[in-house]
């Protein structure tokens, strides 16, 4: 009903990946003609740059009409954050979290500990424990495959992340934010998640494993209600 009744209207999509992660884990996202994606990108922090500030920069990238933001895993914190500074028609979130409380415990206590700082980054040069940590556990074999994925390694940026993520202080989850979930997601765990639409089977990597579902759902998702 909603795509007859909208099918005219054209949606500004904006893709955020995730940590470290480039827009080539959109690729098997393909959308009716009327929702046009754009991709954004990670770019270095400055030094000492805080979240607003570096959300402010990112800003710049976005324009048009009708503009609907997606983000994966940091990637929905960060648009969520655009939300904040920009009028936008709707916030979607992959494998993210709407709060800090949504965040694993063990990412809640190394906020009150500092211990995240103490971090050893030398798994960026191990590839195997960077794809663990971005994507959670994947099956051997299947490795190799998201290398083309993990593109911007860099380890200030990655140290940054870490920080962001974990001191991150949204405590009440924004209005209209749909979020979307896997069912086996370690990354996020499901069991710290509330209101979400929770995909079976989905795991942290499921914007690549589970395209044909957002193919098929993001774009009702993104017409219902969308004139509130």
């Known amino acids: ?6 099918q ?11 940590m470290a992660a480039n827009s080539k884990i959109f690729e098997f996202i393909k959308l009716p003609k009327n929702f046009k994606l754009h991709y954004l990108e990670w770019f270095q922090p400055k030094k000492y740059e805080d979240l607003n500030s570096y959300v402010r920069r990112i800003s ?29 028609k709707k916030v979607i979130i992959i494998s993210s979290v709407k709060s800090r409380y949504e965040l694993p415990l063990m990412m809640q206590l190394s906020k009150k500990t500092k211990a995240y700082k103490f971090l050893p980054l030398n798994w960026i040069d191990d590839f195997e424990s960077l794809v663990t940590f971005v994507f959670g556990p994947v099956i051997k074999k299947r490795i190799s495959l998201y290398r083309k994925y993990l593109s911007f390694r860099d380890e200030n940026y ?8 974990v001191n991150w202080e949204q405590e009440i989850p924004l209005k209209n934010t749909i979020h979307i979930h896997g069912s086996h997601d370690l990354v996020f765990p499901s069991i710290y998640i509330k209101n979400a639409i929770f995909v079976k089977g989905g795991n942290h990597a499921m914007i690549l494993r589970k395209a044909n579902w957002f193919n098929e759902n993001l774009p009702k998702l ?5 004139d509130d």
């Open 60 to 88: 710049n990238e976005i324009n048009g009409k009708n503009i609907v933001l997606v983000g994966v895993s940091f990637g929905g914190i960060i648009v969520q954050e655009l939300s904040k500074i920009m009028i936008i």
């Open 8 to 18: 005219l209207d054209t949606y500004n999509v904006f893709l955020m990946p995730g």
């Open 1 to 6: 009903m909603y795509i007859i009744k909208n």
């Open 222 to 226: 993104i017409i219902d209600d969308s």
């Open 158 to 165: 990655l140290k940054w992340a870490i920080h962001q993520i």
